[in-house]
């Protein structure tokens, strides 16, 4: 399965500051994709990132905030912009590889805390 | 819509059996299994397609019922490292995003 490395693995940040998360994959792969998980929870779909495209964003979910590239097969960012202490979460990208029966696999996550 | 998952909890003694559920209102292409333990990524454990198959990981066994859009995840005599919070995902086309449960809290006691 594809190997994701995801950066940085955490951070602290003051409030309406911006951070950018990346992930590399070792890999091409079609789908990337962005979810949040507040800490004890599930994991919410932030966006797919497609190559070559626009991010398609999920409800309650916007470009501006959350803006989002793809300028390759194996390489995605996502910026959590104008951070509030609401953006406090754990933010994971994932994908999927080719093939019906292939699971997706996530990266370690980055556990963004906003003071 | 969020697929629903039950219980929200369990706690096992080693060797024990446990059934997690996992059921959606839409109709599947197919449900995924994922293991999170704390701290970590989720980790894939199997996919199930529609076509109400089954499908296993060491004892760790599932099936989808395509007629009820549900699928059960079977923990088999089950070891400590079964511990961690178990998600279903699931999707409605091959490649598709995952929609994930609420998942469920498994504790496993020697």
């Not at chain 1, 609401?86 to 080719?98: F, G, P």
Request: aromatic fraction near 10%; glycine fraction near 8%; hydrophobic fraction near 30%.
């Amino acid at each position: 399965s594809a190997v994701i490395s995801q950066k940085p693995s955490r951070d602290i940040c003051q409030r309406g500051t911006s951070l950018t998360i990346q992930c590399q994959v070792d890999s091409q792969v079609t789908m990337m994709f962005w979810y949040r998980q507040q800490p004890g929870q599930s994991l919410t779909l932030i966006a797919t990132a497609n190559q070559g495209s626009e991010a398609t964003y999920e409800s309650g979910f916007v470009i501006d905030k959350f803006p989002i590239s793809r300028p390759n097969l194996t390489f995605s960012t996502l910026t959590v912009s104008n951070m509030s202490p609401e953006d406090s979460s754990i933010y994971l990208c994932s994908v999927v590889e080719k093939g019906i029966h292939y699971g997706y696999t996530f990266g370690s996550g980055t556990r963004l805390t906003v003071v | 819509q969020q697929p629903v998952q039950s219980p929200q909890a369990v706690i096992l003694r080693e060797g024990e059996d446990a059934v997690i559920n996992c059921s959606s209102s839409k109709a599947l292409y197919s449900v995924h299994w994922y293991r999170q333990k704390h701290g970590e990524a989720p980790v894939f454990l199997m996919i199930l397609l529609k076509g109400g198959e089954q499908k296993g990981h060491e004892k760790i066994s599932a099936s989808f019922n395509e007629k009820k859009q549900q699928s059960s995840l079977y923990l088999t005599a089950s070891q400590l490292s079964y511990s961690g919070t178990y998600f279903c995902g699931t999707a409605k086309a091959a490649g598709n995003k995952l929609t994930f449960g609420g998942g469920t809290r498994v504790l496993v006691k020697p």
